[in-house]
């Protein structure tokens, strides 16, 4: 995905459950990138849980369904 604006997300965690909350975005516009910058922002709102596994962090939510994967670069 190639976003250009910044988000941020307050949230607090016990275990490996967690609440993520709304949070701020700049508004910038920028043409020519991926048109889910809002679904995958949808989708951290949604997680319940969430799980490190190598490199990847995985969000999970209340229904069970992955909904964010995160792959850590080397």
């Known amino acids: ?4 604006n910044g988000k941020s997300f ?4 016990s275990g490996n459950t967690i609440s ?4 701020i975005s ?3 516009f920028c043409s020519g990138l991926d ?17 490190m596994d190598g490199n990847t962090l995985t969000f999970t939510g209340a229904d069970g369904r992955t909904k964010v994967s995160l792959f850590k670069q080397n």
Request: charged share 20%; net charge positive.
């Open 1 to 4: 995905f190639k976003y250009c």
């Open 10 to 13: 307050p949230y607090t965690k």
């Open 20 to 23: 993520i909350q709304s949070g």
């Open 26 to 28: 700049t508004m910038m």
């Open 35 to 51: 048109p889910s910058e809002s679904t995958v922002s949808q989708a951290f709102l949604d997680a319940r849980t969430f799980r």
